[in-house]
């Protein structure tokens, strides 16, 4: 058996699946915009002051970041918060039927 501790503020629930549709789709932005600017996960947690941790649970759709971690990113990204909210609207209509 295998136990794993994981500090309570680490730990975030969706409240719908809408909600928890969307943070995977902004998490898909953000990694997609880092990977065309050849950023690793660690140098973007670098640029941003994030935790490393904190960048792949936002990419994988288990982070709800705040305005401030969007402007983060954001900048970490070079780019501006609403190119990634823009890029995120965009996968996620062309995942719909």
Do not use: C
Request: charged share 25%.
């Amino acid at each position: 058996m295998t136990i794993v501790f994981i500090a309570i503020w680490e730990l975030s629930l969706p409240e719908s699946r809408h909600i928890a549709a969307d943070l995977l789709v902004l998490g898909r932005a953000v990694r997609l915009m880092r990977e065309q600017r050849g950023t690793s996960a660690e140098e973007l947690a670098d640029a941003t002051g994030m935790s490393r941790h904190r960048i792949d649970a936002l990419e994988t759709g288990r982070l709800d970041p705040t305005y401030e971690q969007l402007l983060e990113l954001a900048e970490g990204l070079g780019t501006q918060p609403s190119a990634l909210v823009t890029l995120a609207e965009k996968l996620k209509e062309s995942n719909e039927p």
